[in-house]
């Protein structure tokens, strides 16, 4: 048996998340299904970590094993010619058995993009969370450090999550800002938060960002972040943002 590992990319428009669920299209299913249609093995396709319904991912690391003999430097334009245009492997290269993509992940990089112009961006339109009114983006910078380092992150979690354990570290949370080239008023016209840590629960990143966006929005406080941190209550925080806007960056190990 060999052991192979891949990066991949995929539109997280279409389908219901990673995972395969009963009667749903998933990231996985089709992953699996495109293994079985050309080795006609039946894999389970082990990933870095799931994604949600409507969630991206630019570089998610996958893994499965395989007794196909068919060259490494192969498996990729043969994946890629039996999957959806949606989802397409960049990299494949042979591992130790023991390698696993979720279990070996040293650190995991979320990016959330906010449209933050009065009008959407047609091209971009699947990718980020469209915000048309004024958002204060130095109140937002104000609220992130106060999340480095290791916290208990239960205010950020769903209630519905299986974790008994919430507590994680970051390692970095930065904001980033552009301004469109068609508006011709020079204000910012996107936003891109970026998350990296040792590991995510369920939502936080999204529950981060719709807290984040109240604090824009002047419905809360700049300081309002530590004390919601501090209060490990889910009710504390701000609402669960959009999935569209949410994609999954980088995978390191």
């Known amino acids: ?47 870095s970590g799931r994604t949600d319904a409507g969630v991206h991912a630019k570089a998610q690391v996958i893994n499965f094993l395989t007794a196909s003999k068919i060259p490494v430097e192969r498996w990729c334009l043969a994946l890629n010619a039996r999957l959806p245009r949606d989802i397409v492997a960049h990299t494949a290269e042979e591992v130790p058995l023991t390698f696993h993509s979720r279990k070996a992940a040293k650190r995991k990089t979320y990016c959330f993009t906010i449209r933050s112009a009065r009008f959407p961006d047609v091209f971009h339109r699947n990718y980020e969370y469209h915000h048309p009114t004024h958002l204060n983006v130095e109140a937002m910078r104000e609220a992130l450090p106060c999340l480095l380092g290791e916290h208990d992150f239960t205010s950020f979690c769903t ?30 016209s996107r936003i891109r938060i970026y998350i990296s840590g040792n590991g995510f629960l369920y939502n936080m990143v999204r529950i981060i960002v719709g807290t984040l966006l109240q604090i824009g929005e002047g419905k809360k406080p700049s300081s309002d972040m530590l004390r919601i941190l501090e209060a490990k209550d889910r009710n504390q925080a701000g609402p669960t943002a959009e999935a569209i806007g949410l994609t999954l960056w980088r995978v390191e190990y």
């Open 1 to 47: 048996m060999r052991n192979l590992r891949f990066t991949i990319s995929y539109d997280g428009t279409a389908y219901s998340g990673y995972q395969i669920q009963p009667k749903a299209d998933t990231i996985q299913y089709r992953l699996e299904q495109a293994v079985y249609l050309l080795t006609g093995e039946t894999v389970k396709v082990i990933s």
């Open 159 to 188: 209630v519905r999550t299986d974790k008994e354990i919430k507590v994680r570290t970051l390692h970095e949370v930065r904001l980033e800002t552009e301004v469109d080239e068609i508006a011709l008023d020079g204000k910012i």
